[in-house]
């Protein structure tokens, strides 16, 4: 008999590879926050009207605005349907921290919304006439950007679990801590398209970051243990 | 046969409160190693919050919850890695089979070196149906994937909330002999139940809400 319980990685891997499993039976789950990314892009010239300069101009907060909402769209099924079935339950009462269990949860959330929206980013940048020079900043302003989104949206949703109807609360709660990462991400952009030096606002996405991917799972950990009682 | 130490869980002057409704107040009790303990109470009176509060997933108004002596909030890797639950909710995703259910258990928690996915869920009677996922297992099949959790882990203390709940009279008499087993090789049970369950020479307590 085997008292002691798997090691920590063991765990994580387990989870990243539940979670990858049970992705691919909700498909359809994964595709609604894409194809809202893309429409939501791909409307702006339509309701802005077709000046290429306008949508030159506009293009990198368009961008920004439409992949973080997207993000929040797809954060729902990040911790509820384990609530609902009570795997949750059985995670918080694994002889591990949950908060490396919740991070392994987020990370396979992120690979599965967030890299989507960045990989279709190329085309939909076309449709707002974005400088194609500015495409490979774009992509890495995204590329650091959203992880926080996912690590940041996860404290919301772990608060809202237990709520039947959370998800009004959900956005209140989230978007002001949205701001910070939105203000950051699109001005590096604006700055970019000056020709300007764009490194203190990769810097300060690159903080908020590392701050997130610290406490982030520290605190989602802690409002799933709320939820819970 | 495994055999667990020597181990206790204890409650002292629990309290818990729901709402506006005081549940149940300083509630005193202990479970040994190899002891069944039935929790009775009407339906409302607290049984599945005292359970919750047991495992540590519900705090209580007041008192604390100790194993082998220490509180279960000072040593919560300890107490978990000996604890086997299974709630009012299964605990089992409904889009993967049961040994996949099962494998996700194994990589979180001890297991038993004895026991294989495989032969948990034969024991169970769910033999044929490991391919199958478990949303279209029927209610008391279910059931039975989430009680063949137990049979995996290594867990001394089993909390268990209306386990045989769905469960058909052959599986109620079999879940009583693995329960008694369990408490033979120095297991301890805390288990709710509407259904009258006995266990012949078991040793056995009550607590009435």
Known sequence: MSTTAPPLRSAFVAIVRRDFRLAFYNRSDLVNPLLFFVIVVSLFPFGVGSNPEQLREIAPGVIWVAALLATLLGLDGLFKPDFEDGTLEQLALAPHPLSILVLAKILVHWLLTGIPLIAVTPVIALLLNLDPALLPTLLLSLLIGTPSLSLIGAIGVALTAGIRRGGVLLTLLVLPLYIPVLIFGANLLKTAQFGLDTAGQFYVLAAILMLALVLAPIAAASALRISLN | ?209
Request: glycine letters at 10%; proline letters at 2%; aromatic letters at 6%.
């Open chain 2, 1 to 209: 046969m495994i055999h667990f130490p020597d181990s206790r869980l204890e409650g002292i002057a629990l309290s818990c409160v729901r709402g506006e409704n005081l549940l149940f107040d300083s509630l005193d009790f202990s479970v040994q190693a190899g002891e069944i303990c039935q929790v009775f109470g009407a339906n409302g009176a607290g049984k599945t919050s005292l359970l919750r509060i047991l495992c540590g997933l519900a705090l209580p108004e007041s008192g604390q919850v100790l194993w082998n002596g220490v509180d279960i909030d000072e040593q919560r890797e300890v107490f978990t890695s000996s604890l086997g639950y299974v709630g009012h909710q299964n605990g089992i995703k409904g889009e993967l089979n049961p040994l996949e259910n099962l494998a996700a258990i194994r990589a979180l928690t001890a297991t038993r070196d004895d026991m294989d996915a495989e032969s948990a869920l034969e024991n169970v009677g769910l033999y044929g149906y490991e391919d199958i996922p478990c949303r279209y297992l029927s209610a008391g099949q279910k059931r039975r994937v989430a009680l063949s959790r137990l049979l995996l882990t290594a867990a001394q203390c089993w909390i268990l909330d209306e386990p045989v709940t769905a469960l058909d009279a052959q599986g109620v008499a079999d879940f009583q002999k693995v329960l008694e087993n369990h408490a033979k090789c120095g297991g301890l049970v805390l288990i709710t139940s509407h259904q009258a369950l006995t266990f012949g020479s078991i040793e056995t307590r009550r607590i009435e809400l």
